[in-house]
């Protein structure tokens, strides 16, 4: 798996809630608390891909 994809998935993904947070400080008619939980599930996971990827290739390149 190419980890560039990745590096750029979890840059878009933390840019997102960088928003969110704005978008919260702003507008107090539409509670986003659901909304950053499930972005910061999402960016844990993208984290965690990339680990597992990282090391599958650290493996594949040591063979």
């Known amino acids: 798996m190419d980890t560039k994809k990745l590096e750029h ?5 933390q840019e997102l809630g960088l928003e969110l947070n704005e978008y919260e400080k702003t507008n107090r008619e539409m509670p ?3 909304y950053k939980d499930l972005l910061s599930y999402t960016i844990s996971l993208v984290r965690s ?4 990827s990282s090391s ?4 594949l390149t040591n063979q």
Do not use: H
């Open 32 to 34: 986003i608390e659901d």
């Open 9 to 13: 998935a979890l840059f878009y993904l």
């Open 56 to 59: 599958i290739n650290k493996e």
């Open 49 to 52: 891909v990339k680990e597992y």
